[in-house]
């Protein structure tokens, strides 16, 4: 399994980004996918993720409002859109998959198997 990440960059505070996420050997048709984000010298944390059997949502409350992750029907692929990003969101920001994730804990990191490689964003 392979998930490979793009669309990461520079933008300036105020300023919109879309990241993407594909996944190769993954053939789960219901799973849980979204992303992760690490900042120099702070812990990775949950941002946001979507179920594909029913499409629910979950985000960090940091994110809430600004970011929206979406589905790309027939296929193993998710994108981030992030808008009025501020330099609070710089971070490295890694997709996730996994075949089944509970609710309570779909933000933590423990119940994911598969990770991308992940791709920069900065703000400034």
């Known amino acids: 399994v392979q998930l490979v990440e793009s669309g990461g960059g520079s933008v300036q505070p105020g300023g919109s980004l879309r990241l993407s996420c594909g996944a190769s050997?993954?053939?789960?048709?219901?799973?849980?996918m979204g992303w992760f984000r690490q900042a120099p010298g702070k812990e990775r944390e949950g941002v946001a993720f979507v179920y594909f059997g029913g499409g629910r949502t979950y985000y960090a409350d940091s994110v809430k409002g600004r970011f929206t992750i979406s589905q790309e029907k027939g296929k193993i692929t998710v994108y981030l859109e992030m808008d009025n990003l501020n330099p609070e969101d710089t971070a490295m920001y890694y997709c996730?998959?996994?075949?089944?994730?509970?609710?309570?804990?779909?933000?933590?990191?423990?119940?994911?198997?598969?990770w991308g490689q992940g791709t920069q964003v900065t703000v400034s």
């Open positions: 996730a998959a996994e075949r089944v994730v509970a609710g309570p804990v779909v933000l933590q990191e423990w119940p994911y198997s598969y």
């Open positions: 050997g993954y053939t789960y048709s219901s799973n849980c």
